[in-house]
């Protein structure tokens, strides 16, 4: 039996994210029913809405019943962050949908064979540096949703490099969670949080730089040693025996199979044409007002626009065009229930009116701690908001004016307490299973949740240790300029 293009989600994986997802939203409706409603005044500064940290009180619970639990998934749509969600549900199947037919059609192993060529012998060194490359597009431009696009194509790489789905995870959505959450420039957490602490922008890079180089030491270290192990034992691979059907796919992915096709030459360059455009839309997302909003779905298109002319130009003709494009929908249908409900969490929670309530009780303990301790509560208070909140720069609007005023009575420096707010927000965004993209990257391989977690374990680890120092550094020198 001929195997399906483009990315199809493992009915054990999907079972898993599903009930997990399920206990989450259960949970989160629980909260509705034990915890007091509250609500803190919003005021506008600068044109944005913000808290008044001094206007906290608790109000009556609203109508919520307890069925609404259930159809939140549906209901989310309705909500303010509705058009968010179906905007990432569309973009999500024109780039699952392009990379389909690039794959039915031959040109993605023809991509793909043209690196492995390149690099022969160098595997290691591309590794590297593919890893630094989107590390830095996370920590300067904050790039983080759009990756998700590029996943198939680090994946179907690392397969053909006799490695696994996790290291092609790790070269890409990983690695550029790693730079966004080192942030040397990132406008949508770093930007967002200085402007509100009212500190120059960008200011402290230097320390940001150090904290950068670190952590790409740290995650190149822990990468490439996983992956020398596959290459040592394939069974040591954490999805060994689950992930054989593409293992066969690129396996044989060398020289000879492409080098002498000139209509997938012609192809590639067609796509390679429009990948330009789309790293162009990329870079100027977060400096262009025009097209900051509409940047992610504009990358959907090209990416659509890109995927079909590769494959008319292919050669294979338009039935393997259409039939990689139906296949590559069909793969990626189960992920639509996975991202309503990963939404719905953080909607059930407000519908209960008690999100401002958790974040005036987590951020209650600064008022009894010193510097460094309260540094170490910013990072945990974000690291715990981030579960309800995805967003950086919406948590940052929720938790700065809060955190700000109480970073000025204890000590910490306004520096040092947006530096633990990035800490907190970044490196949890591939770490809990409410974050959408996450979901969307897991499905697009055999990767669960649970073995997600198993291999990230150590890392989180020792990023959290390394990044606890980080902040020790910056309580002791003041880190500023205020």
Request: net charge neutral.
């Amino acid at each position: 039996m001929e195997q399906k293009a483009g990315a199809q989600i493992g009915k054990r994986a999907f079972i898993q994210s599903l009930v997990i997802l399920f206990v989450l939203m259960m949970v989160a409706g629980i909260l509705t029913l034990v915890i007091p409603a509250g609500q803190y005044s919003r005021i506008q500064v600068d044109g944005r809405e913000t808290i008044d940290p001094a206007s906290f009180q608790l109000v009556a619970h609203p109508d919520y019943p307890i069925w609404r639990w259930f159809i939140a998934p549906f209901e989310v749509l309705g909500s303010s962050s509705g058009l968010t969600v179906i905007v990432i549900i569309i973009v999500l199947f024109f780039a699952g949908g392009a990379f389909a037919v690039m794959d039915k059609t031959g040109t993605l192993r023809a991509f793909i064979g043209r690196i492995v060529r390149r690099f022969s012998g160098r595997k290691y060194t591309l590794l590297w540096m593919v890893s630094l490359a989107f590390m830095f597009l996370g920590a300067t431009l904050g790039t983080f949703e759009e990756v998700v696009l590029l996943v198939p194509v680090m994946i179907a790489l690392s397969y053909s490099l006799g490695w696994d789905a996790l290291v092609g995870l790790g070269m890409s959505i990983l690695a550029t969670n790693m730079g966004f959450s080192a942030a040397i420039s990132n406008p949508y957490t770093l930007g967002v949080s200085q402007q509100l602490a009212g500190l120059p922008l960008f200011s402290g890079a230097w320390l940001r730089i150090i904290i950068f180089i670190v952590i790409y030491l740290i995650f190149g270290f822990f990468l490439s040693a996983y992956a020398r192990k596959i290459d040592k034992n394939p069974k040591d691979s954490l999805v060994h025996g689950e992930d054989n059907a593409e293992r066969e796919k690129y396996k044989s992915v060398d020289a000879s199979l492409t080098a002498e096709d000139p209509k997938q030459n012609r192809a590639m360059s067609f796509f390679g044409f429009f990948l330009l455009f789309i790293f162009a839309v990329m870079l100027m997302g977060p400096f262009v007002p025009a097209i900051a909003d509409y940047s992610l779905p504009i990358v959907g298109i090209l990416f659509l626009i890109g995927g079909l002319g590769a494959g008319f130009i292919s050669g294979a003709g338009g039935k393997k065009v259409w039939q990689g494009l139906v296949e590559g929908w069909g793969g990626l249908a189960p992920s639509v229930p996975l991202i309503l409900m990963a939404a719905s969490i953080r909607f059930i929670i407000d519908s209960g009116g008690v999100t401002d309530t958790i974040l005036h009780a987590a951020a209650d303990p600064f008022q009894q701690l010193g510097a460094f301790p309260a540094a170490i509560v910013i990072y945990a208070l974000a690291l715990s908001i981030e579960f309800f909140i995805a967003s950086g720069s919406a948590k940052a609007f929720l938790m700065m004016p809060i955190v700000l005023p109480l970073a000025d009575l204890i000590g910490v420096t306004r520096q040092t307490a947006v530096l633990a707010y990035i800490f907190g927000d970044g490196f949890s965004n591939l770490a809990y299973p409410t974050n959408p993209v996450l979901l969307i990257s897991l499905g697009l391989t055999v990767v669960s949740y649970p073995k997600w977690l198993r291999w990230t374990a150590k890392l989180w680890l020792w990023v959290i240790l390394a990044t606890i120092a980080f902040l020790g550094i910056a309580v002791a020198i003041g880190f500023g300029p205020f």
